[in-house]
Every structure is written in structure tokens, then in C-alpha cells.
């Protein structure tokens, strides 16, 4: 079991409301990234967050945005929700940037988003 | 355009025997290739990797072949355990400035008794 929590585990939202998912990191990790997987498909690079600061986005619109506060824990806001947006969202925590965030990142369990 | 794909959605081995998992990438920058093991309600959790340097990597039952002029990679898990049933996703990842993973869409692995 990984010490990455990821809250709440299960959502239903209405389209055009706004969704606030929220990943507590590993001990000791200062970098959280964020997954969009859509059913049957692999996760999707969102945005990632190297000590509080925004250090890289995929090709998502600005709609999706995200915090990393002081104890590295970090949030993922999506406004103006659409169906397509229905999907696992995974966080993912890292002690650092580099190879880290592959070979010793920790994935959370994910926060199942339903929009309907 | 997807970069990495893995082109079969399930497969049934039998315990016991070699299972083998195949991933094709586009890009030839990507620096490192990954695999990642993903049971029902659990995230996804780092299985091994290879350079891009290499053309090998093992690690116990797990072994990871890369081979770049085909732009190809697999994974050869030996021998099959119940334990390893579960969805593989191959990624890769060029390292610079955000270091994101690109994933495939996954294999299922379903080990037979």
C-alpha cells in the first residue's frame, strides 16, 4: 500500500459544474503529477508539480487546473465540466524530478469522475 | 497520434510459462521505456524499466527487451504466477522539462490454472 490517498474515490457531477479532486503525496516526495484515463485507454499526462510550482502540461485545456501547497499535497480543478471528461483521475507523487518520477513514483488509487 | 501502442487488448497464458507482452513507439527521442502492473481499484504501480541505451533489463521474473531500429519492446515475465494477472501498460518518457509518461492503452494478462 503506497502512501498517496486520493479523495473522493467515486464522484457524480452535472455538465457545466465545476470538480475539485484532491492527492495527498508520499512522504518525502516534493513532485505530484496528474492522469486523465478515459475507459480503455492508458493515462494521460494532465499537468505536474515540482514544489509548488507548475512544471509541465499536456494537451489540456485551461479549464483543468491545479495547486500544490506546502506539504506538497495537490489539487485538480476542472471547470465548466463535459461528459467527455468522465474518466479515472490519477495523481501520482515522486521524491524529485528526473527518472524519479518513473522508477520511484507512487500512483494513488484515482478518483472515479462520472459526468452526467 | 498515439507514440506507444500496444496493439493486443488481452492475453491468456498458462501458469507456469513464459508470458509476453508487446508494446510498438513512434518517437525516437524517448528517453526511458516503462512498464507499469494495474490491478481493479488500485493505481498503477512501477513494474521496470529500460534506458534507451540498453537493449536489456531484468529483474526476478520480470525481463524487458528493447529493441530501437524496430522501435519495439517487450516484456517477458517467467515463469506466470496467478499473482500476475492484471492490466500492463507499457509507457515511455523523453526526459526534459515536465518528464511526462506516455502510456499505451494496455494488455490485460490473464494467467490460466
Known amino acids: 500500500e503506497t502512501g498517496v490517498t486520493q479523495s473522493p474515490t467515486h464522484l457524480i457531477k452535472t455538465r457545466g459544474q465545476q470538480v475539485t479532486l484532491r492527492c495527498s503525496s508520499q512522504s518525502g516526495h516534493n513532485t505530484v503529477s496528474w492522469y486523465q484515463q478515459a475507459l480503455g485507454q492508458g493515462p494521460q499526462f494532465i499537468f505536474q508539480y515540482y514544489r509548488e510550482e507548475e512544471n509541465g502540461r499536456g494537451n489540456f485545456p485551461p479549464r483543468f487546473s491545479g495547486l500544490q501547497f506546502p506539504n506538497y499535497s495537490s489539487e485538480l480543478n476542472v471547470n465548466a465540466l463535459e461528459l467527455d471528461d468522465s474518466a479515472l483521475y490519477l495523481c501520482?507523487?515522486?521524491?524529485?524530478?528526473?527518472?524519479?518520477?518513473?522508477?520511484?513514483?507512487?500512483f494513488g488509487q484515482g478518483t472515479r469522475l462520472t459526468v452526467v | 497520434d498515439q507514440q506507444v501502442k500496444q496493439n493486443s487488448p488481452s492475453l491468456s497464458v498458462q501458469e507456469g510459462r513464459i508470458s509476453i507482452l508487446n508494446c510498438d513507439y513512434t518517437n525516437s527521442m524517448f528517453d526511458y521505456f516503462l512498464w507499469y502492473k494495474k490491478y481493479p481499484a488500485e493505481g498503477p504501480t512501477f513494474l521496470i524499466s529500460?534506458?534507451?541505451?540498453?537493449d536489456k533489463n531484468e529483474d526476478g521474473r520480470f525481463t524487458v527487451f528493447l529493441n530501437k531500429s524496430a522501435k519495439h519492446l517487450s516484456l517477458h515475465i517467467v515463469p506466470s504466477q496467478p499473482g500476475d494477472s492484471a492490466v500492463y501498460f507499457c509507457a515511455a518518457s523523453v526526459l526534459d522539462r515536465d518528464d511526462k509518461i506516455i502510456f499505451g492503452k494496455g494488455t490485460r494478462l490473464h494467467i490460466l490454472p
Open positions: 529500460i534506458s534507451s541505451i540498453k
Open positions: 501520482a507523487s515522486s521524491p524529485g524530478l528526473g527518472s524519479k518520477v518513473y522508477t520511484e513514483a507512487f
